[in-house]
């Protein structure tokens, strides 16, 4: 039901008006001019178009090509970032085998033996004494013959060993294929350097001594790593 609908009504002109309420039906919900204005707006013919998703073809071009420039840019920097963190992490294991020798040396009160690995994985490092780039063995030499034997009456204790890092040249200046750490921690009783480098095409050391870094030895043990090819007085 509406609300009432309002109007007077008199018995004679001369009375006064009375005022006469009567109630209307209310007409279906389904009929009301509401109800079809609202199902009007939503039918699918007068929505309203979205906007398309996506991206054009020139907006993607347009992404392609600044790709392209920044990787540009960006990819000789980031060659030599990874150059220069391999060169300091072979800088840290072999500084971290140095330590490792002086302290069990000390600790075990008798000699250790740093020696290069001849070969790893398909890589011959035999050609020269001083080439290191295939790794290294910790252990203690029982016949006294600076060589690793894991056979025989008296087989070698082995106390670590050492990966090679990728595409390192590291050299040993002083081309020897064996380091002596003595029981007071001294390392064969003279001062020994290594220059650590990128690796060339050949395998050998990059000539950029930008990228080089040294690894001095003193005789007494101490060890400090130098960027470039020599080591500072």
């Keep these: 039901w509406h609300p009432e609908v309002a109007f007077n009504v008199g018995t ?14 209310r007409m279906p919900h389904s009929q009301s001019p509401i109800f079809h204005r609202k199902n009007h707006r939503s039918s699918p013919l007068f929505e309203r178009p979205t906007p398309p998703h996506g991206v054009t073809i020139i907006e993607l071009m347009c992404c392609i090509a600044i790709l392209a420039l920044i990787s540009v840019l960006a990819v000789p920097g980031f060659s030599i970032y990874l150059q220069r963190l391999r060169v300091n992490q ?31 994985g398909g890589v011959s490092c035999s050609g020269s004494p001083g080439d290191w780039r295939c790794g290294w063995l910790l252990f203690i030499d029982q016949n006294n013959n600076s060589l690793f034997d894991s056979s025989g009456d008296e087989p070698d204790l ?7 890092p990728h595409h390192i040249a590291i050299r040993f200046t ?49 060890v400090r790593a130098n960027p470039g090819i020599k080591c500072a007085a």
């Design 12 to 25: 004679h002109p001369r009375q006064t008006a009375r005022t006469a309420y009567v109630r209307t039906p």
């Design 90 to 120: 072979a800088v840290d294991e072999l500084k971290g085998a140095l330590y490792i020798a002086r302290s069990e040396a000390v600790r075990r009160g008798e000699s250790i033996k740093i020696r290069k690995r001849d070969s790893f």
């Design 158 to 164: 082995l106390l670590y060993s050492f990966d090679p």
């Design 174 to 222: 002083s081309n020897m294929s064996v380091l002596t750490v003595n029981r007071w921690g001294a390392i064969n009783g003279v001062a020994a350097s290594f220059n650590i480098a990128p690796q060339a095409g050949n395998g050998e050391a990059s000539s950029d001594p930008s990228h080089n870094m040294m690894l001095c030895v003193s005789a007494g043990g101490r």
